[in-house]
């Protein structure tokens, strides 16, 4: 039984992750280039 609930939650766990991520990196690269700074 939770091994099943586990397969079924992780990938949208993954997603919430990933998304969080993505969206932390594009702000950052905004506001770079609105700094007008290299991200590297």
Do not use: C, H, N
Request: glycine residues 2%; aromatic residues 12%; hydrophobic residues 70%.
């Amino acid at each position: 039984m939770w091994l099943t609930v586990y397969f079924l939650v992780w990938p949208a766990i993954s997603l919430v992750v990933l998304m969080v991520l993505l969206v932390t990196l594009w702000r950052d690269i905004r506001a770079a280039r609105k700094r007008g700074e290299a991200m590297i």
